[in-house]
């Protein structure tokens, strides 16, 4: 189709397409592949999905369905009549898993297919430093090289024919020839491909798209193309255009993502924020600039770990207002750096509040506790370092949840937005299908929960401060507050202080 013509031609290095359902980004992204495994005999691709039941049930059907060539069960890789010529299919589930695999490949191209279910770029960074493969064009298009005077003559393999060659010179000779292969004869050499449907301000929007600040562009290899709704509509089943009617009543979120193409909503399934989120983008409330106020104060909250990351949120209560200014996270490091760290922001701060586990003891010279050491580092700055004691999750999320509607993300906070954005239920896998996901009660610990936390330890402060900041309270006897862990002292009164203001 003529629409799906530019991203199929396409040389660009870093290849994206985003677009609704019924797009055609599927196929047009496996006849790419196809065509640089047959353009440079003997390359090898990668094709990728997050879930193995997607890859399998998905992805392969089509691309065999497609290319008339059978995926093995056990090695999952086509391999072509020359013997040489690969491509392999993998699942990034198991990113551990996967991460090992990838180190033995040498690739000339990958491709993502919906880059939008990887809840970051981490995926893709990874093969940037794979794709890499020296690759030695067909002989018919090495004549044209030829022609254009490139090469002396065709050649075998180009890595026998730039090996003699000192190192500088042969680089700057396989720069001319891919040079002249990409501009005079408008092919492609080594890409990756990624096709996604859109899914709010994720990594592939803040990486490509041209409406955000920091987005890479041409210059930097990369090449982006939008999707329009209903482009490729006549071949669309009437059935499935009822469908969509419907969806558009009943789920007008997953209506507006996958069938308009609308970047303004997240619909995570799972996320316990995601809606709240949206609304936030669409409200101009996230990826603001200048929310720092310097008349005010700072307050931090803080998420804990040791092996796992810690992370603040540098937050600023204005009014009727919560304005998330700022957002660290780093793992391995003790309370001198992060204490160096808060000084380092030249922000006037109020007071400090961290959970509960910053009282346990460490063993070293002496034995003490975080909470010990960041209130001695603090101390001559006049700052309060709180504790916020155990409560229970399910509080914490309705919290959040209160909060959220009067909450603004300034741009150094887009880390932790993302958290917020991912922070989703644990998937059950043993009772999960690719159509049908069952989640777990609970909250799923990954790379996102940590900044969630955090977060969540605000909104728990929040609901017991007044709205401007200034005055903090004891959460008062109410027993359901609190976890599983928690037992009672005998105090008299049954008042806990969460905060331990007192302390």
């Given at each position: 189709?003529?629409?799906?013509?530019?991203?199929?031609?396409?040389?660009?290095?870093?290849?994206?397409?985003?677009?609704p359902?019924?797009?055609?980004?599927?196929?047009?992204?496996i006849i790419?592949?196809?065509?640089?495994?047959q353009l440079?005999?003997?390359?090898?691709?990668?094709?990728?999905?997050?879930?193995?039941?997607?890859?399998e049930?998905?992805?392969m059907?089509?691309?065999?369905?497609?290319?008339?060539?059978k995926?093995?069960?056990?090695?999952?890789?086509?391999?072509?009549?020359?013997?040489?010529?690969?491509?392999?299919?993998?699942h990034?589930?198991n990113?551990l898993?996967?991460?090992?695999?990838l180190?033995?490949?040498n690739?000339?191209?990958?491709?993502?297919?919906?880059g939008?279910?990887?809840n970051?770029?981490?995926v893709f960074?990874?093969?940037?430093?794979r794709?890499?493969?020296?690759?030695?064009p067909?002989?018919d298009?090495?004549?044209?090289l030829?022609?254009?005077?490139v090469?002396?003559?065709?050649v075998?393999?180009f890595?026998?024919?730039?090996?003699?060659?000192?190192?500088?010179?042969?680089?700057?000779?396989?720069?001319?020839i891919?040079?002249a292969?990409?501009?005079?004869?408008k092919l492609?050499?080594?890409?990756?491909?990624?096709?996604?449907?859109?899914?709010?301000?994720?990594?592939?929007w803040?990486?490509?798209?041209?409406?955000?600040?920091?987005?890479?562009?041409?210059?930097?290899g990369y090449?982006y193309?939008?999707?329009k709704?209903?482009?490729?509509?006549?071949?669309v089943?009437k059935?499935t255009?009822?469908?969509?009617?419907?969806m558009?009543?009943?789920s007008?979120?997953?209506?507006?993502r996958?069938?308009?193409?609308s970047?303004?909503?997240?619909?995570?399934e799972?996320?316990?924020?995601?809606?709240?989120?949206?609304?936030?983008?669409?409200?101009?409330?996230?990826?603001?600039?200048?929310?720092?106020?310097?008349t005010?104060?700072?307050?931090?909250f803080?998420?804990?770990?040791?092996?796992?990351?810690t992370v603040?949120?540098?937050?600023?209560?204005?009014?009727?207002e919560?304005?998330l200014?700022?957002?660290?996270?780093?793992?391995?490091?003790?309370?001198?750096?992060?204490?160096?760290?808060?000084?380092?922001?030249?922000?006037e701060?109020?007071?400090?509040y961290l959970?509960?586990d910053?009282?346990?003891r460490l063993q070293?010279?002496?034995?003490?506790t975080?909470?010990?050491?960041?209130?001695?580092?603090?101390?001559k700055?006049?700052?309060d370092?709180h504790?916020?004691?155990?409560?229970a999750?399910?509080?914490?999320?309705?919290?959040v949840?209160?909060v959220?509607p009067?909450?603004y993300?300034?741009?150094?906070?887009?880390?932790?937005?993302?958290?917020?954005?991912?922070?989703?239920r644990?998937?059950n896998?043993?009772?999960?299908?690719?159509e049908?996901?069952?989640?777990?009660?609970?909250?799923?610990?990954?790379?996102?929960?940590?900044g969630?936390d955090?977060?969540?330890?605000?909104?728990?402060?929040?609901?017991?401060?007044?709205?401007?900041?200034?005055?903090?309270?004891?959460?008062g006897?109410?027993?359901d507050?609190?976890?599983?862990?928690?037992v009672d002292d005998?105090?008299d009164?049954?008042?806990?202080?969460?905060?331990?203001?007192?302390?």
């Amino acid at each position: 189709m003529d629409f799906q013509w530019p991203f199929v031609a396409s040389v660009a290095d870093y290849l994206f397409r985003v677009a609704p359902w019924g797009d055609g980004k599927t196929l047009c992204s496996i006849i790419k592949g196809m065509f640089l495994s047959q353009l440079y005999p003997g390359n090898e691709g990668l094709i990728i999905r997050k879930r193995y039941n997607a890859l399998e049930r998905s992805t392969m059907q089509d691309f065999e369905r497609w290319t008339g060539m059978k995926v093995p069960t056990q090695k999952h890789t086509v391999i072509f009549p020359d013997g040489k010529t690969k491509i392999h299919f993998a699942h990034a589930e198991n990113l551990l898993e996967f991460k090992e695999g990838l180190q033995g490949m040498n690739l000339g191209w990958a491709y993502i297919e919906q880059g939008d279910d990887f809840n970051s770029s981490e995926v893709f960074d990874m093969l940037i430093g794979r794709v890499r493969r020296v690759l030695t064009p067909r002989k018919d298009v090495q004549k044209k090289l030829v022609t254009l005077g490139v090469i002396p003559k065709v050649v075998k393999r180009f890595e026998e024919f730039l090996d003699p060659l000192p190192a500088k010179e042969a680089a700057a000779l396989q720069d001319r020839i891919e040079t002249a292969i990409k501009r005079q004869l408008k092919l492609p050499v080594r890409q990756i491909i990624v096709i996604a449907n859109a899914c709010g301000h994720n990594w592939i929007w803040k990486r490509v798209n041209p409406d955000c600040r920091t987005s890479s562009g041409l210059k930097d290899g990369y090449e982006y193309s939008n999707g329009k709704p209903f482009e490729n509509i006549k071949y669309v089943p009437k059935q499935t255009r009822q469908s969509w009617s419907k969806m558009k009543k009943t789920s007008p979120k997953k209506y507006n993502r996958y069938v308009m193409n609308s970047h303004e909503d997240y619909d995570i399934e799972g996320s316990y924020y995601a809606e709240l989120m949206s609304d936030a983008l669409k409200q101009g409330r996230v990826e603001c600039g200048n929310l720092y106020d310097s008349t005010e104060v700072v307050y931090t909250f803080w998420d804990l770990g040791v092996h796992d990351e810690t992370v603040i949120w540098f937050v600023q209560f204005i009014r009727n207002e919560i304005h998330l200014i700022d957002y660290y996270s780093n793992t391995g490091k003790g309370m001198v750096h992060y204490s160096e760290l808060l000084t380092s922001k030249r922000y006037e701060y109020m007071a400090h509040y961290l959970p509960h586990d910053v009282k346990q003891r460490l063993q070293g010279e002496e034995i003490t506790t975080r909470l010990d050491i960041l209130r001695k580092l603090r101390v001559k700055k006049h700052e309060d370092v709180h504790v916020i004691e155990r409560h229970a999750i399910a509080e914490r999320i309705q919290a959040v949840r209160d909060v959220l509607p009067h909450c603004y993300f300034d741009n150094n906070s887009s880390d932790g937005v993302d958290c917020m954005n991912n922070y989703c239920r644990e998937i059950n896998k043993a009772k999960s299908t690719e159509e049908d996901l069952v989640f777990s009660a609970h909250p799923a610990h990954d790379q996102w929960s940590h900044g969630a936390d955090g977060f969540g330890y605000m909104a728990i402060v929040h609901q017991n401060m007044s709205i401007n900041g200034l005055c903090l309270g004891a959460t008062g006897p109410e027993p359901d507050r609190w976890d599983e862990a928690f037992v009672d002292d005998g105090g008299d009164t049954g008042v806990k202080d969460l905060l331990e203001v007192g302390g």
